[in-house]
């Protein structure tokens, strides 16, 4: 069994349904793909993107090796749910709770240091964006599918830098089709989140290497 | 109603002292066609023309100079800077440059003013300069952007287009006020499109190396 555990802010005013959306579009995924009781899922909606939730939650877990999702805010240092911190990595960083994770992360600028404080604290390996990340209202669902395409390859078998590989190609075939589609402004904010992608860590893993 | 201009830029003389048949219109019309170029003799006039009309290309000639009960070119300058930065304005007063108020002249200066020539200049100065406007707004970003997001239907333009990292939602009709202001988000998207265009032509380049 894997531990999936889904963080995601569903109540931020502007962009809370786009991330229980890629949460709900995840979470049918590995409904579709579980060939019996292959993942252990646990959601954590706003009401449980605090610091205290996770002092408590994440201990339960992180003997083993699991997999932390993120759908909402962030800054270079941190990922917020209603404007306040609940990952961080200042001096009341919580990052050694996710030691021994897949930390996988749809929100701004967690790439820039976050994921390598999360490196440095123990995680194995992590997936997220180094820049401001756009969503596009008017194409939620390609939206939605370049943001998790990186995990869903690593839950089909692929390794990390397989499924890294895999969701850059997935972005650069969406900006080559709405640039088809006379849509040059939507292929440049899809370029720019893909340019952002940046992967740390081990690239090795697969999603065999979870199984507890 | 939209109106596109593709092809030629829209030239707006807004100028008290010209006439329909001077030379400098003449010219004018014969380079960039009659349908093209148009004179307002009253500030306010040409100031609602060219808000009216700010999906054109456009290039304005400005006096500074008008009746007591017009705005001032400055003040014309001024409004049309509050809602673009995308049209070219080329100031052409009897003044000498000596007689503009200093604060006037700073403010031309850090607000993309194109040039500012004497009305005693060869009306040459000022066809150079509309040249070189034209060939700014057909190669310029921003411009090009604009005209792109001007083609698009009203139901498009005020649809929800993309959220940014600051929970920020535009429609394309914001996105153009941005590009049109220049905000630091107009020119991201403006620096983000030729990132485009770079990694596109690379792309290429390697599919033809393949």
């Known amino acids: 069994m894997i531990s999936v555990n889904i963080a995601f802010?569903?109540?931020?005013?502007?962009?809370?349904?786009?991330?229980?959306?890629?949460?709900?579009?995840?979470?049918?995924?590995l409904n579709d793909n579980d060939a019996g009781d292959e993942y252990d899922v646990h959601e954590m909606h706003s009401g449980l993107c605090n610091m205290a939730y996770l002092d408590n939650r994440m201990p339960l877990i992180n003997a083993n090796n699991f997999l932390f999702i993120a759908y909402s805010h962030g800054e270079d240092n941190c990922l917020l749910a209603g404007g306040t911190a609940y990952i961080v990595s200042n001096h009341y960083s919580n990052v050694h709770l996710f030691t021994n994770s897949f930390f996988y992360s749809v929100a701004c600028f967690t790439g820039a240091r976050l994921g390598g404080h999360l490196i440095n604290s123990g995680s194995h390996t992590f997936i997220g964006y180094?820049?401001?990340?756009?969503?596009?209202?008017?194409?939620?669902?390609?939206?939605?599918?370049?943001?998790?395409?990186?995990?869903?390859?690593?839950?089909?078998?692929?390794?990390?830098?397989?499924?890294?590989?895999?969701?850059?190609?997935?972005?650069?075939?969406?900006?080559?089709?709405?640039?088809?589609?006379?849509d040059p402004l939507g292929a440049s904010f899809l370029r720019e989140n893909r340019d952002g992608l940046v992967q740390l860590g081990r690239q090795d893993l697969t999603a065999a290497d979870f199984e507890v | 109603v939209v109106k596109v201009n593709s092809g030629q830029p829209k030239i707006v003389i807004i100028h008290d002292d010209l006439s329909e048949d001077d030379p400098l219109l003449v010219e004018l019309r014969d380079a960039y066609g009659s349908e093209n170029v148009t004179l307002k003799k009253e500030s306010q006039e040409g100031l609602d023309y060219v808000l009216a009309n700010l999906s054109e290309k456009a290039i304005v000639i400005l006096d500074l100079n008008f009746k007591a009960n017009e705005p001032s070119g400055v003040?014309?300058?001024?409004?049309?800077?509050?809602?673009?930065?995308?049209?070219?304005?080329?100031?052409?007063?009897?003044?000498?440059?000596?007689?503009?108020?200093?604060?006037?002249?700073?403010?031309?200066?850090?607000?993309?003013?194109?040039?500012?020539?004497?009305?005693?200049d060869s009306y040459q100065k000022v066809l150079e300069a509309v040249a070189k406007a034209a060939h700014e707004l057909d190669t310029s970003?921003?411009?090009?952007?604009?005209?792109?997001?001007?083609?698009?239907?009203?139901?498009?333009?005020?649809?929800?287009?993309v959220t940014t990292e600051t929970g920020k939602r535009y429609t394309l009709g914001n996105l153009l006020d941005e590009i049109r202001k220049q905000t630091a988000f107009g020119k991201k998207m403006e620096k983000n499109i030729l990132l485009l265009a770079v990694d596109l032509l690379t792309r290429q380049k390697e599919r033809i190396d393949d």
């Open chain 2, 141 to 161: 970003v921003g411009s090009v952007l604009e005209q792109w997001i001007s083609r698009q239907s009203d139901d498009v333009k005020n649809a929800p287009y």
């Open chain 1, 9 to 29: 802010d569903n109540r931020d005013a502007e962009l809370g349904e786009f991330f229980r959306q890629c949460k709900d579009d995840l979470i049918t995924f």
């Open chain 2, 75 to 120: 003040d014309v300058f001024d409004k049309i800077r509050e809602r673009t930065s995308l049209i070219y304005i080329i100031v052409l007063t009897a003044k000498d440059l000596h007689q503009v108020a200093a604060e006037d002249l700073v403010k031309f200066i850090n607000n993309d003013a194109l040039a500012f020539i004497p009305v005693t």
């Open chain 1, 130 to 182: 180094r820049d401001s990340y756009q969503v596009l209202d008017r194409y939620m669902a390609v939206a939605i599918e370049c943001a998790n395409l990186g995990i869903k390859m690593f839950f089909t078998g692929r390794n990390v830098e397989e499924a890294f590989r895999l969701m850059k190609q997935l972005y650069t075939q969406k900006v080559d089709r709405l640039i088809a589609l006379g």
